[in-house]
């Protein structure tokens, strides 16, 4: 049996001792030892933990206050309930006052001890669990791939750990390049989920007929192209989560069986007559204001309020400035070594200037720009120069590659120019990747081929809706 807790019992009375551990046994899966005496006690307590401590008052040498005195002094000590023969109230208000939990008079009733020490113990254990939460939030600087320490970031931690617990829709709200599919990411891993699928929905990037058929799933003849049965993501996702990222781009229609969905845990794929159960935490995430969207008619009020059960909000990076070295150096190190540059360090001076920029494309705007300078610095240090986020024409000057082989000076050419090429193209087209291959006078197919070629993902570039 898995032992959740240890509960020490302090009374001077031997009998007394016997009688609470044959009642308290058989209701909890404690371990339960027992000491005559507040010194015995100590002696036990530091040999091994104790979470929760039922102590008599009334003791010969050390009494149970004095021992409880002792016990609040220490960092992290065990939940205290106190009991005594003696009904007095200026004793129990004393206990109180110095840190016990609760009181109880004997002769005890059976339930309320009961009870009373079954929610001590679940105190306690949540208190200690958000202890070292905060603990392991203060001593690292990255939490399941989200890099930042500041005051923001560690609230938006705390708030992933305790939700990633609830079984319940989460809807994850923030600018673009604020790293909310980390932030799901992170609720999925740290779920009892965590090994089963985790399913993404790049909500934009599908036009609304396809869409429905890849969140549902179809029939075979469904539609004109459905020439075999599909499962849908929902399906997919069953037992561990789906991301619908952008949610606020999903249309009128799919919005009303989305909300069927969450309603009734069911799916009916196109072309189906049968409903089918699925199992599915759902995570949604958008940069767009909803309540402004529903105002104006094109997100449905229902579908909100059935998604925004628990918000996290993602601040931008201008809010949390502190976290901007941190990022850097993450970013540094992270493409140092992707791209064979390991031993790469900024310049005095980089940084700080790095931390006064607006960012307004948040961490991932930060991140293309260290990995960009690595790209194309000559040196082992990146300077200010180097660093320079609106460089297109200064970047690609040949006489910056001179000093390298021609394949490698021709592949960092052809790496910067398409950067920069097709990121401001995707960036003027808000991601749309159609618009986009017009723009540029390429076919659709191929211009995802050199998206994905050099790791460019569009949904990256939509803007937040004002």
């Known amino acids: 049996m898995t032992v959740n807790g240890t509960l020490l019992i302090v009374d001077d009375e031997p009998d007394m001792l016997s009688l609470l551990k044959r009642i308290i046994s058989p209701e909890v899966d404690w371990e339960i030892v027992s000491s005559t005496s507040a010194k015995q006690a100590l002696e036990i307590m530091s040999k091994a933990t104790v979470d929760l401590v039922l102590l008599d008052i009334k003791m010969p040498d050390m009494d149970g206050i004095e021992l409880l005195e002792i016990l ?15 009904g007095v109230i200026e004793l129990a208000v004393e206990s109180i006052r110095k840190g016990a ?27 200690k669990e958000n202890r070292d939460l905060h603990r392991l939030i203060k001593s690292k600087d990255s939490f399941c791939g989200m890099i930042g320490a500041s005051p923001a970031m560690r609230k938006v931690f705390e708030t992933i750990t305790m939700v990633s617990k609830a079984d319940t829709t989460v809807l994850i709200t923030g600018e673009s390049g604020t790293g909310k599919e980390l932030a799901a990411r992170a609720i999925h891993e740290l779920s009892p989920r965590a090994k089963k699928p985790f399913v993404i929905v790049n909500c934009p990037t599908l036009p609304e007929n396809i869409l429905e058929a890849e969140l549902f799933g179809h029939t075979k003849g469904a539609f004109t192209d459905a020439k075999y049965e599909k499962k849908g993501m929902f399906h ?13 781009e999903i249309p009128a229609p799919i919005q009303s069986k989305l909300l069927r969905v969450l309603q009734e845990k069911e799916i ?3 072309g189906s007559s049968k409903s089918f159960r699925v199992d599915v935490k759902v995570v949604a995430s958008t940069n767009r204001n909803l309540e402004e969207e529903m105002k104006a008619g094109r997100f449905r009020e229902d579908l909100y309020y059935r998604l925004n059960v628990i918000n996290i909000e993602l601040p931008p990076l201008r ?23 390991e031993g790469l360090r900024f310049a005095p001076g980089v ?42 024409e200064e970047c690609l000057v ?12 021709k592949q960092k050419l052809l790496t910067a120019f398409n950067h920069e ?27 995802q081929q050199i998206l994905k070629r050099y790791n460019i993902k569009a949904e990256e570039f939509r803007v937040i809706a004002g």
């Open 236 to 248: 997919e996702a069953d037992g561990g989560t789906i991301f619908l990222d952008e949610i606020g």
């Open 72 to 86: 609040k002094q220490k960092d992290n000590g065990p939940t205290v309930i106190m009991m005594t023969a003696y």
């Open 268 to 270: 009916r794929p196109l």
């Open 398 to 409: 040949a006489s910056d590659l001179m000093h390298l082989p021609y394949h490698e000076a």
């Open 351 to 392: 940084v700080e200037e790095l931390c006064r920029r607006p960012w307004r494309g948040n961490v991932r705007e930060l991140e293309n720009c260290v990995k960009r300078a690595i790209i194309l610095t000559r040196s082992d240090v990146l300077t200010l120069g180097d660093i320079s986020c609106h460089q297109a």
């Open 319 to 341: 809010q949390r400035t502190e976290d901007i070295p941190l990022l850097a150096e993450h970013f540094l190190r992270k493409y140092s070594k992707e791209l064979g540059r």
């Open 101 to 127: 939990y609760d009181f109880l008079t004997k002769p005890l009733d059976n339930t309320r001890l009961l009870i009373t020490l079954k929610k001590a113990m679940e105190y306690h254990l949540l208190v």
């Open 421 to 447: 090429y097709l990121t401001k193209a995707l960036r003027e087209n808000q991601g749309n990747v159609t618009r986009t291959a017009k723009q540029c006078g390429l076919e659709r197919q191929v211009l």
